[in-house]
């Protein structure tokens, strides 16, 4: 069966954003931008991947893809109704309209959408890519954490869940340090 990883960026506080969607004063390096790239190359939306050559890369972890509208709305600046081309795009949201084929706005329940699409007989992982309101709400489906931890505190923003108390045990079961203070840990559901 298929997962639900929820694959994120946070800093030592808890936020995966600032409190406008920032997520600039992230200290990424060289060496991580390049491990993100050979590990995780489907994680970078669709105009980075051009940017930085992973064009026609394979992905390597992730077929699908889930985000909420707030997630998605920072890709009509860009301009793109799909900044994940190379994905199948699943948008939760009961007020968005998008005129785009290849992005889906499911309006429904959202732990009903993931059960369905963990249930197809083949593909890849589940892309959980935020937000905070989303990840609560799937917290009982996400089988999997990919945690970039980064030294740097924010002070206010998206918190990684934001919802209602319920404590949820996850087990690490492996970490990798990077030259700029980060660490990414791996968390599988206890």
């Given at each position: 069966?298929?997962?639900?990883?929820?694959?994120?960026?946070?800093?030592?506080?808890?936020?995966?954003?600032?409190?406008?969607?920032?997520?600039?004063?992230?200290?990424?390096?060289?060496?991580?931008?390049?491990?993100?790239?050979?590990?995780?190359?489907?994680?970078?939306?669709?105009?980075?991947?051009?940017?930085?050559?992973?064009?026609?890369?394979?992905?390597?972890?992730?077929?699908?893809?889930?985000?909420?509208?707030?997630?998605?709305?920072?890709?009509?600046?860009?301009?793109?109704?799909?900044?994940?081309?190379?994905?199948?795009?699943?948008?939760?949201?009961?007020?968005?309209?998008?005129?785009?084929?290849?992005?889906?706005?499911?309006?429904?329940?959202?732990?009903?959408?993931?059960?369905?699409?963990?249930?197809?007989?083949?593909?890849?992982?589940?892309?959980?890519?935020?937000?905070?309101?989303?990840?609560?709400?799937?917290?009982?489906e996400i089988d999997e954490i990919i945690l970039k931890s980064?030294?740097?505190?924010?002070?206010?923003?998206?918190?990684?869940?934001?919802?209602?108390?319920?404590?949820?045990?996850?087990?690490?079961?492996?970490?990798?340090?990077?030259?700029?203070?980060?660490?990414?840990?791996?968390?599988?559901?206890?």
């Amino acid at each position: 069966m298929r997962k639900l990883v929820y694959y994120v960026g946070v800093s030592l506080d808890g936020y995966i954003a600032g409190p406008d969607a920032e997520f600039d004063f992230y200290p990424l390096s060289d060496q991580m931008a390049a491990w993100i790239n050979e590990r995780y190359p489907e994680t970078l939306p669709t105009h980075v991947r051009r940017l930085v050559g992973l064009d026609g890369v394979p992905n390597k972890a992730f077929d699908t893809l889930v985000m909420g509208r707030g997630t998605y709305l920072p890709a009509l600046d860009v301009p793109t109704t799909s900044p994940y081309a190379h994905l199948r795009q699943y948008v939760l949201s009961s007020t968005l309209k998008i005129d785009d084929p290849t992005v889906r706005v499911e309006t429904g329940d959202a732990i009903e959408l993931v059960r369905r699409l963990k249930a197809e007989d083949t593909g890849m992982d589940i892309y959980l890519c935020g937000g905070g309101k989303l990840a609560a709400s799937l917290l009982p489906e996400i089988d999997e954490i990919i945690l970039k931890s980064y030294p740097v505190v924010a002070g206010a923003g998206i918190p990684m869940f934001s919802g209602r108390f319920r404590p949820t045990l996850f087990a690490p079961t492996r970490r990798e340090s990077f030259d700029n203070g980060a660490q990414v840990t791996w968390l599988a559901r206890a």
